[in-house]
């Protein structure tokens, strides 16, 4: 059952011209009608829930979604009554699969990027050089989120569904068939699976064989800047004009950049939510020699390189639980355990965590790998566990951070995320990573990525960083932003830490085996 919240982000909503921002997520969908040159807009959720029908599985209700989807887009359509409709941009998340028969009917759940449950097909492909063969090709780092291993995993656990699948869809394609009616994917969201060839911009021959599918059972690959038209069902459903144009858009990741302002050469976009991403903007594909980073894509010519690692500030969420008890008034003491961690010195005095809380990606990209504190000592209070969860975090993200440097010299990084309301968050993160750290409002995310994208695409904008000039707020208006700078011993500090985890990593392997 979906869940409505909505946020009312500006008195009186928009007038005159919209431009409409759908923006599909893991547990919400978020609609947002950007008044055209006006900064104002309103915003519509709907949520819904993760599901975990099986221990390490992580799937959606399909029809959850889809009511999701219009009835948040409905909302949006109706808040902004009087205004013209420029058209509907849109933004999923990625790396999920959903089996669907030849009516668009679906035969699975959604299959989401959390779902670990082809665990053994991403060994067993890490364990040939079929890995590395497949990283040249697609620049996406085998791993469970891999839509590839989700598909040979219902190719030899399902033959019997899987005979019945008409196209292997991921989220946004599903979105897009909602909408439409027409199945298709885009360059960035398909460029995301580790099937898609990024010389060709199709599907990889040798991904399909792997996978156990036919070529026609994927949807075509179409540019980020492709329009369809609204369907008449929908379009009477929502609200607005049949054959109303729908850009396809991008994956929520690449888009976050867009909305983070982490555009130009050597700045990073950096976003920390429950797990957590680094990503910058380069001119063409790039990929990492070690296979650390992947390579997305955004538009035609521009690309997305970074990582993503799967616990971020959830090991505070996760340390409220374990080491919470007495504190607040029985809600998650997020706030009481990050003051308590304040107090404690940069380095926790000799506490380490290895943040591997949940299937880990980027840079390591090897689920397998389980979390660990080290160095644990009597005095360690419970303060001390706290923020040596924070810095495993931020130590963690440094490593992408450290990586994307060897591909473009970083020279500052843009950081969005609820976590940075912490001081804490914001200190630690500025001393790992080195650099200066400027925490962003982010508040519309990709929602605003891909309606600046949208604009592009209809020819209203002649570039992405004009698109989000003029659907954000007027420059009066817009916060005065501060760098966080961290001081050089607490850097210098934090650069040792770091360079002690691969050899902690290699001690600790031992002995997790024997738990595995």
Not at 92 to 121: C, F, N
Not at 203 to 222: H, T
Not at 488 to 501: D, G, I
Request: net charge negative; proline share 7%.
């Amino acid at each position: 059952m979906t869940r409505a919240v909505d946020v009312e982000t500006s008195p009186g909503g928009p007038s005159g011209e919209v431009m409409i921002g759908l923006d599909v997520g893991t547990t919400a969908t978020k609609v947002v009608a950007f008044g055209i040159g006006t900064g104002r807009r309103h915003t519509a959720i709907r949520e819904y829930p993760l599901l975990a029908p099986q221990p390490g599985w992580q799937v959606q209700d399909p029809e959850a979604i889809r009511v999701a989807v219009v009835e948040a887009l409905a909302e949006a359509v109706a808040a902004v009554d009087g205004a013209s409709v420029a058209g509907i941009a849109v933004s999923t998340a990625m790396h999920a699969v959903i089996g669907l028969d030849a009516d668009l009917s679906p035969l699975t759940s959604l299959i989401t990027w959390a779902d670990a449950r082809s665990i053994d097909e991403a060994r067993g492909l890490r364990a040939s050089d079929l890995a590395a063969e497949i990283y040249r090709t697609s620049g996406t780092p085998i791993h469970p989120m891999t839509p590839l291993t989700k598909i040979m995993w219902f190719s030899r656990r399902e033959p019997v569904l899987t005979a019945r699948v008409r196209w292997w869809a991921g989220l946004k394609d599903y979105v897009l068939a909602v909408l439409t009616g027409t199945v298709v994917t885009e360059l960035s969201s398909a460029s995301g699976t580790a099937m898609l060839d990024l010389g060709s911009r199709d599907w990889n021959p040798r991904a399909i064989e792997l996978a156990g599918i036919r070529a026609d059972q994927l949807p075509p690959v179409l540019p980020t800047t492709a329009t369809l038209a609204l369907s008449r069902d929908i379009a009477e459903a929502v609200g607005l004009p049949a054959g109303l144009p729908v850009v396809v858009g991008a994956a929520d990741g690449p888009l976050g950049n867009i909305g983070t302002g982490a555009m130009a050469p050597g700045v990073v976009g950096l976003s920390l939510g429950t797990s957590g991403a680094v990503r910058m903007v380069v001119d063409k594909p790039r990929l990492d020699p070690a296979g650390r980073l992947f390579c997305y894509a955004l538009t035609d010519t521009q690309w997305i390189v970074g990582g993503a690692i799967s616990t971020g500030g959830v090991a505070v969420r996760w340390g409220g639980d374990v080491f919470g008890g007495g504190l607040g008034d029985g809600s998650p003491p997020d706030a009481e355990l990050l003051a308590l961690a304040e107090a404690v010195p940069p380095g926790s005095d000799g506490l380490l965590m290895l943040p591997y809380l949940l299937a880990e990606r980027a840079p390591l990209w090897d689920p397998d790998l389980a979390g660990a504190y080290l160095g644990i000592r009597i005095g360690h209070t419970r303060g001390h566990f706290v923020r040596a969860a924070v810095e495993g975090v931020a130590l963690q993200l440094s490593t992408i951070v450290e990586a994307l440097d060897r591909i473009e010299p970083v020279r500052s990084v843009r950081a969005t995320g609820g976590v940075f309301r912490s001081v804490l968050w914001r200190r630690v993160l500025a001393g790992a990573l080195g650099r200066p750290v400027t925490v962003t409002g982010g508040a519309e995310g990709s929602a605003l990525g891909v309606a600046a994208l949208g604009l592009l695409a209809l020819d209203r904008v002649d570039d992405l960083a004009s698109g989000v000039e003029v659907l954000g707020p007027p420059p009066e208006a817009r916060p005065v932003e501060v760098p966080e700078v961290a001081s050089p011993s607490e850097v210098a500090l934090y650069r040792s830490l770091r360079a002690s985890v691969p050899g902690l990593l290699a001690a600790y392997d031992d002995v997790a085996r024997l738990f595995a």
